[in-house]
């Protein structure tokens, strides 16, 4: 996307932006946060996984409070994405996901303009978003159409009415600001009606108004303090002689002098009672005296943060090789981790987001045992994986009606919600139904205008087993597929799952030039004897080969691990040395047995 400024620009971005903290709960302190992607090999902007996020913790030796993920609005919630973030931190100081959604991209006219999210016809979309984020259930911060004062993407105010005064709403105001704030307030107001309450709202403009002119400042643009939780603002050092030169953080977002430029002090006279986040901001590279200009612009910024800004309680870091190389470490990691060793800024991300119900509390399905009446053939997406507690798993069925899948919660549970979390191969008609023995069943919700996206239905029953019946496919290409069926309720017993070692088989296997190895083939099942998806099996190779290994179970409980390979003759001997899956526990006195071995003559 291009940026264009007379001081320096960030992205043309729509935003949905989530994050960690409201008014009420600010600390002295400012936190770490981080947009991550390399651009060679994505044409888009993705969030790039567990990795990305500890390779740059590794660079600046600091934890990061949030991560910042682009998405359309036609879009899906990354779900899976966010989930990654948010188990990036710990229990009590999750990771929190900053999630950008962009109507428009440049020059794109077939994404929506603003007028049309006005008149609901992306009212779909956008109930979905508002659904998903409450499923997701943690703290999120949104951003709506970022940067709306810029011209250079068509959710801009430039491209939707700019200066007129005629042509929507009040003749007395310029139509562009005056749709964007009705486009916003439509947004929010889906989220609001939904009971989404887990999502800031941030509202992000860019550093300079573009075009420069009255109508266009941002101030206009801004929707009512009851819309918004955060302030936002990108800028960029671009080093460019088009874009003002080379430009400290002052500068860049701090010019008293220019009415178009001076970002902070328009945004404090908005409001001084919300925290500001720099949205996305980085520093050019310059190869002169080996990038020694960076390093002293990123030691004065952070100062700066912590002297002059104390109203700037999170940063974005854009670290990305792109137009310019915005990577933080281009000049070196010394200068970024010198600066952001200081504890002023943190990496504990606070939530700071209004009680929730379902926040605290664990599905009572979370991997309790489950049945389907089918699976769809050639793969391994069994009942389990639906209550796995992982939305990049999924259950799916044979492809014709009826089907269903049921859990046995293990104990008598007074239930007060289900959300079940489709894939594209949602329930047009069901019901949901419990049962006191698994065999006997009885209607406590039932739909025939399922939609897909996620179905969030209150209860109040008292059972032990919960079954989605589905009688008409909302596509009839395909069967019934679920990532997630959550089950939330007080009372009942949670009992702890526990797994352990069924068998240990081993076979020899030829190779080429005389070569052999040895394949140790491990079965792991519950206290019940079930077989157990996706844990990871752990042990090493002794006698003839020395080496660790590890791999994760398939769907019936099984999982290879290889020998080396050698020409020698001798005995192949495979030792388990721990079996681990999230929410599990390992139950080494039950194991039928931990080693084995083999000979090769």
Request: hydrophobic letters at 35%.
């Amino acid at each position: 996307m291009m940026k264009k400024s007379i001081t320096i620009f960030a992205f043309a971005t729509l935003m949905l932006c989530l994050g960690p903290v409201f008014v009420s709960e600010l600390n002295a302190d400012c936190q770490i946060g981080a947009f991550i992607a390399d651009w060679s090999k994505n044409a888009t902007y993705p969030w790039h996984g567990e990795q990305g996020i500890l390779n740059y913790e590794e660079i600046i030796q600091r934890k990061v409070a949030c991560i910042k993920i682009y998405q359309k609005i036609v879009d899906e919630f990354p779900f899976v994405e966010a989930l990654g973030v948010h188990n990036h931190g710990t229990e009590s100081s999750p990771t929190v996901p900053y999630i950008d959604i962009h109507p428009s991209t440049n020059g794109d006219d077939s994404v929506p303009r603003l007028l049309e999210i006005i008149n609901g016809d992306f009212d779909s979309y956008i109930q979905n978003w508002a659904f998903e984020a409450k499923a997701y259930g943690k703290p999120l911060w949104v951003c709506f159409d970022g940067e709306m004062n810029g011209d250079w993407h068509n959710g801009s105010g430039a491209a939707n009415g700019g200066a007129t005064l005629d042509g929507y709403g009040d003749p007395t105001k310029p139509d562009g600001p005056e749709i964007y704030i009705d486009a916003w307030r439509h947004i929010h107001d889906i989220f609001e009606a939904v009971g989404a309450d887990n999502v800031a709202w941030v509202w992000s403009v860019n550093n300079s108004d573009w075009p420069r002119e009255p109508w266009n400042k941002f101030q206009n643009y801004y929707p009512g303090d009851d819309y918004v939780d955060w302030l936002g603002v990108d800028g960029y050092n671009w080093n460019r002689v088009e874009y003002a030169g080379w430009q400290s953080f002052q500068q860049v977002f701090d010019n008293q002098e220019d009415e178009y430029s001076n970002s902070f002090n328009r945004l404090r006279a908005i409001s001084t009672e919300k925290p500001i986040i720099i949205a996305e901001f980085a520093c050019a590279h310059e190869l002169k005296a080996n990038g020694k200009r960076k390093r002293e612009w990123i030691t004065e910024t952070f100062n700066l943060l912590e002297t002059t800004y104390p109203y700037v309680k999170c940063f974005i870091w854009f670290d990305m090789d792109k137009e310019e190389n915005w990577l933080i470490d281009s000049a070196g990691n010394e200068a970024p981790r010198a600066a952001l060793s200081d504890s002023y800024f943190v990496s504990e991300g606070n939530s700071g987001t209004p009680t929730l119900n379902l926040d605290n509390l664990m599905s009572l399905a979370l991997n309790k045992n489950a049945t389907a009446s089918s699976v769809e053939t050639g793969t391994d997406l069994v009942a389990s994986k639906a209550f796995d507690g992982n939305l990049g798993t999924r259950w799916s069925s044979a492809g014709s009606d009826p089907q269903w899948i049921s859990v046995d919660l293990g104990s008598f549970s007074d239930i007060t919600k289900v959300i079940l979390s489709w894939e594209a191969a949602y329930a047009k008609s069901y019901k949901i139904q419990i049962s006191d023995d698994g065999t006997y069943w009885a209607d406590v919700y039932s739909t025939t205008t399922g939609n897909g996206g996620s179905d969030n239905i209150s209860l109040s029953v008292n059972t032990r087993y919960v079954r989605m019946y589905g009688t008409e496919r909302g596509n009839i290409a395909w069967g019934y597929s679920l990532f997630e069926f959550a089950v939330y309720g007080t009372g009942g017993v949670i009992e702890e799952q526990k797994i352990h070692i069924y068998s240990i088989n081993m076979f020899t296997t030829a190779a080429k030039g005389g070569l052999s190895f040895a394949t140790a083939e491990t079965k792991i099942v519950d206290s019940n004897g079930q077989p157990v998806s996706e844990a990871l099996v752990s042990g090493h190779w002794t006698g003839l080969t020395t080496d660790n290994d590890s791999a994760v179970t398939n769907s019936t409980g099984l999982v290879r691990c290889d020998s080396d390979k050698t020409k020698k003759s001798g005995t192949f001997i495979f030792t388990v040395d721990n079996v681990s899956k999230s929410g599990w526990t390992y139950d080494s006195a039950s194991n039928v047995e931990v080693s084995d071995s083999i000979s090769k003559p």
